[in-house]
Every structure is written in C-alpha cells, then in structure tokens.
C-alpha cells in the first residue's frame, strides 16, 4: 500500500502543510450544554422537511466530549495541522456577553493541539450564526457584520498567537447563496437580492475583523476560505453556453474573490441582473479588500453549463465518474482552476482548505474499504503538484474530513471522512483511505 510519490514531488518540501478539517456545528453535538445558545443550523434542522431524515447536531459525533481521543487520532494520522472551527453560539450565547466557557473548551483544544506538535488553523465562522441575531435578520441586516468583528475580536484575544492561521469565513458563497438566495442552507430564504446582500455583508464582515485579528494575533496568518467550483461550457464552441459558463463563474468565483483582491464586484452582475446588485456603502470595498496573508480554496468538482432560457443551467453528464454526493470528479478542472486564477489575479499563498469525496461506506469485519476515495485523493494531490509546477503559490492541503460528520442538508447520510463514525457507539475506525493518508505522510517525511 504506497502512494506514487516520486521524488521530485513538491510535498517532500518540508514546510507544505498537510492536514484534515472539520467544522464545529459537524462534530461537536452537545448543543445545549454550558450554555451554548440556538444557532440557525439547530433551528434549520428542526424545520421539517429541510434536512434528510430529520437529523440535527444534538450529537454528531460528540466531539465536545471526546475531543482529547480526537486529537491523539489525529497526531496518530501524522498531520502537520488540523482545520477546526469555532461555535459563536458557544462564546456569545446571550448578546454582548462572554461565555468563558465556552472560550475554554477552545482554549482547551488549542494547547492540546500545540501540545502535539499539530498546528491549528481556526475558522471563526463556519455557518451557526447565533439564532438571535438571525431574528434581526441574519446577514442581510448589516449589523451582523460589526457582531462578527466583536466576535471575532473577542477569539482572537482569547486564542492569540497560540493559532496558527486564521480564516474570518468558510465558503461565504453557501452562507449567502444556499443560505439566503436558494434556500437550501440554513436559514432558508429564497431571493437573488438576499444572496447578494448577504454576500455583501459577510465580505464586509471580514474586513471589519481582520484588523482586530491582526492586532490580537500579530504572529498568525489571516485570511478567508472560498469554494469555487469552475464552470465549463457544455459546448467549447457555442458562444451562448460560453457565455452562461463565464456568468456562472462571476456569481461563484468573482463575486467573491474580486472585491477581496481588487475592490470591485462584477460589472458583468450589474449589467445582467442589475436587480441583484447589494446595498454598499462608501469604503466598504476599501475594507474587504485589505491585504490578506493566505486565500484558503475549497475544492470539490466542477460545473458543467450551457445556456438556458433564464440564465445558466447546470448540465449533469452522463458516463461520467461521480460521489455519492452526485458530484463528478474532475481533478483536471481542479488545476485549470488554480493555474487560471493565479494568471487572473495578484494572489496571496494559497491553502487547499478543503478537498474530499463522499461514498456510501461501510464497516465490514472491522474494515472500511473506500478505494474510490484513495483514487480522489490521489489524483486530487496530482492536480495540486501540476498547479505547483506551473507557478502557483500552494502551501498546504488538507483533507475534508477528518471524520464522518453531520453534512448539512444530507444530515448524517453522506460520510465524508478518512475515519469513519460509527453514530450507535461512538467507534471511530480508519477507513482505507486514512491508512493511505497516513502512509503517504510517513513517506514524505522519509520515515
Ligand atoms: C463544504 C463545507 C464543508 C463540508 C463540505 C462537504 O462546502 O465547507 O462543511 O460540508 O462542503
């Protein structure tokens, strides 16, 4: 059992960092304990109709409990970092106060972590927003954004240097468009203009944080996660489809990073649908676009698009290899995307923050065989070599996940992780694809 590692392969340069991730409202459960408040995914959850079987995150995977035996399984994996995020509806369960608690619990992890030799790279905001201040209208009321800030001032305080890396947000593209223009994400609203606000505010809630970030943790590096999925247009020679799939890419690609990089949204958003454009006021883009030390890129497949009667349609392929999430596999589109937006614009060193595949796994006599996701990873780290040899600034990749967690909408349906969970007892197992993982680890660094 060995990776193809040859030895000119860019991940034998000791300081690429390799890790897993997972995010906080996935794993942790216990959420109503020590006074963790109600956030959006609890209230989403408990809405019927909008995630599959009903599941929520009472439980999870208990991580809140089991977080110690966590963290030994990750050092066990061979890592060099691990990608957690923090509950705000743990630290600020009641408006404008601190719940030292729940700081702890962080605090708790972070020591560990450092005790192990694991470097942390903390995600403030990964999607549960405290309920109360959806009531006010979540991220489409714009003073969510300066709570933001306070919130993340307070965690930057309270972690400080002891972090490693920092990220303001995890993919503001499904906050504000699964969550408010699609409605497939918590809290559920279904309007263009919404997204596009809430997009808004969560960019501007970035740049109000990251000087207090910055001021708090002088040492750390900061930054912000997108996802982005490229667009190809199902004909390469029909202008129309090449246009939907360039359209597509302004709402999912530059909608958000150009205004981090340049300032500017999408002239292209305000010609084609001018009813969309966001309320923004005088030097809210001066904000966003302040310097950022890294752009963390979650990866996962790619868009397939041809024009339609209302705007870009999505096109399912068929004979083409896909997850149990329905998603193709397409490492190719996954350098194109990187080498493609390092020619487009002056970015900063990049992170691969999340890349990873669900299959329908099982535990049989003891053994999880997931060889799909050994052959995604494989070839997904391929693509990461190609990108680095063509220039681009990667520093590190981590896997999504660590372990199999709540997915969203998919509720505990989908398994994502290299360990899997088994939900009745608690067992963690390694499937084939961490053994792999781990091996591959002990390869690089020679041992
Ligand atoms: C990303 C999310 C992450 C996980 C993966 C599968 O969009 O950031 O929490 O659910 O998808």
Redesign the pocket.
Known sequence: MSFDFPESSPFRRSDFVFGV???AF?IEGANQEDQRCESIWDRFCATPGKVVNGDDGSIACDHYHRWEQDLEMIAELGVDAYRLSIAWPRIMPVEGQVNSTGIAFYQRLITKLNELGIKPFVTLY??DLPQYLEDRGGWLNRETAYKFAEFADIMTKALGDQVTSYATF??PL?SAFLGYRFGDHAPGLKDDKFGFQAAHHLLLAHGLALPKMRANAPKADHGI?L?FAPAYPLDPNNQADIDAADFDEQQGIHWFLQPLMEATYPEAIRQQQPLWWPTILPGDLELIAAPIDFLGI?Y?TRHVIKAGEHGPEHVRLEGVERTD?GWEVCPEAFSHLLIKLHQRYDLPPIFIT?N?M?SADSLQDGEVVDQQRCDYYQRHLDAVAVAIEQGVDLRGYFA??LMD?F??AYGYD?R?GLVYVDYASQQRVFKQSAKYFQQFLKQRKGI
């Open positions: 991730a997972t995010a996935q990964h999607w995890n993919e499904c996660v996802n979650n996962y999430m999340e990873g669900a999504w996940s967690n997915e969203w989908k994502f």
